[in-house]
């Protein structure tokens, strides 16, 4: 009976040691990424790993919960010898993280209750429950399981006209208008709503010192820029201005070149 | 016209013809600022970056029906930088089961003198656009989220008005041509964003 005990207890104390063992290789990977690839970190490798741990934490949880574990609380755990000295067994077990098994670490390592700020808060909590007396504990208790449950069946099942409010809200809340998508894009690709030609009313002052300007056509008309565009008489100056004016534009530069050409550089 | 297929480096090394992919939405103002922050943590860490550029898009009328467009860009927050000049071909109608629009690009870099010279060479200025906002970038793939503003007064810049209440958004990746591995990767990139924005591939002359 005891022999069954015995190896029963070996064989869990196995299983959790290996599992352990995987949760600190993982945490180790996690803490390594995090200090020396911060830059390339993402937030859903972030949340891989954390969804690792807990799965991790997890399989530990049902290990313990198992029925064929042995009860680790009835089990107590005596330092049979403490010595100062480096213990080289100790070390290479523990990858040495413990050199020496002596007063200091006992301690911290076997420690069974928790840790004193540990226990201080977990005072001052029963404290303040058995201030509050049972009935309000008992009604409080209420409270958080109604809003546990309203919780979970608002998240189990989605039901679109559960209430005129709610439907209301959500269609308050589209982040984005399909017709704004097809205006922007329409604008990008071929400046729809961009390019007007507003019939050349009076010209901005100051844009043209080139004296009169024959007011062509609104419409944008095909120019044949022969001989006359190397000879743009007078629009040096005014031909990096010109180009700013969209809708006028055209049509101011089109007349111009019509003022050009109609000179003739060589009738001169 | 299109532009001829660049299959040899010109001698003077200019340009490789590149395939942009490209999947588009938009976002409403109020939902920016969730929209930054998720790209914030899905895109690599990087100082956030913003721009503000002015945009002058070129057209030569030839003969035929299509014009040929070119496109002027140039940095506002960063007047000496050279002006950026784009050709984007057609897109290309082939695999209806690519989720991204694909279309030739080439681009390069010109002087201040551009616009004189796009003048000289015949071109016109069709319209111009102010485009304000932040971008992002995870590996190949490029996110812009610009705010389009129509410039109100010629050639004054500070002048605009915004287009619409939303923020463009845009997913592009650049890859030389031939390579066809990317749609995959942009249409899971685009799922991370739903339902924030959907991005999806527009084609552009359906809103002609």
Redesign the interface.
């Known amino acids: 009976m005891q022999q069954r005990e015995e190896k029963l207890l070996d064989a869990s104390v196995e299983s959790l040691i290996s599992r352990v063992g995987h949760l600190k290789n993982v945490l180790h990977s996690f803490i390594y990424k995090l200090e020396n690839e911060?830059?390339?970190?993402?937030?859903?490798s972030v949340l891989d790993n954390f969804a690792l741990l807990s799965g991790q934490l997890n399989t530990i949880n049902k290990l313990l919960r198992n029925e064929k574990t042995p009860s680790f609380r009835q089990q107590i755990i005596i330092p049979l010898l403490l010595s100062p000295d480096r213990d080289e067994e100790l070390a290479k077990l523990t990858e040495q993280r413990v050199p020496v098994f002596s007063h200091e670490i006992v301690p911290d390592h076997l420690r069974t209750k928790p840790d004193p700020e540990v226990e201080e808060q977990e005072k001052q909590l029963s404290a303040e429950a058995a201030r509050i007396g049972p009935e309000v504990a008992q009604k409080q208790i209420q409270t958080l399981n109604k809003l546990c449950s309203n919780l979970l069946e608002k998240l189990n099942n989605p039901r679109d006209d559960r209430d005129a409010d709610s439907a209301a809200i959500r269609q308050n809340k589209?982040?984005?208008?399909?017709a704004?998508?097809?205006?922007?894009?329409?604008?990008?690709?071929?400046?729809?709503?961009?390019?007007k030609c507003r019939p050349p009313g009076p010209v901005?002052p100051g844009?043209t010192g080139q004296g009169p300007i024959m007011s062509g056509g609104p419409t944008?008309q095909?120019?044949t820029?022969g001989g006359g565009?190397?000879q743009q008489q007078g629009m040096g100056p005014g031909?990096?201005?010109q180009?700013?004016?969209?809708?006028?534009?055209?049509c101011n530069?089109k007349t111009n070149i019509k003022a050009a050409s109609s000179m003739h550089p060589y009738n001169r | 016209m299109e532009a001829p297929p660049v299959s040899v480096l010109p001698i003077t090394g200019g340009t490789i013809s590149m395939m942009e992919y490209l999947l588009q939405g938009s976002v409403l103002d109020q939902a920016l600022e969730s929209l930054l922050h998720r790209l914030r943590g899905l895109c690599d860490n990087m100082e956030p970056e913003t721009f503000a550029d002015h945009e002058l898009v070129y057209l030569l009328k030839g003969q035929q029906g299509n014009p040929f467009l070119l496109r002027a860009r140039r940095s506002l927050s960063h007047p000496t930088v050279p002006w950026h000049l784009r050709y984007l071909g057609q897109p290309e109608v082939g695999d209806k089961s690519r989720h991204a629009l694909v279309r030739n690009c080439v681009d390069v870099a010109a002087s201040h003198s551009l616009p004189d010279f796009l003048n000289e060479m015949g071109f016109r200025m069709d319209h111009e656009f102010v485009a304000k906002g932040h971008i992002f970038r995870k590996g190949v793939l490029k996110v812009v989220v610009s705010k389009l503003s129509r410039i109100l007064v010629p050639e004054n810049t500070e002048n605009t008005e915004p287009l619409s209440l939303s923020y463009l958004v845009e997913l592009s990746v650049l890859v030389p041509a031939g390579q066809d591995t990317m749609s995959e990767d942009m249409r899971s990139f685009a799922e991370q964003l739903k339902p924030l924005v959907h991005l999806e591939k527009i084609d552009p002359k359906r809103h002609m």
């Open positions: 911060y830059e390339r970190l993402t937030w859903p589209p982040s984005f208008n399909p704004d998508t097809n205006a922007l894009v329409a604008a990008v690709g071929f400046g729809k709503g961009l390019s901005a844009h944008l095909q120019v820029i565009s190397g031909a990096p201005q180009q700013g004016q969209p809708g006028k534009m055209p530069i």
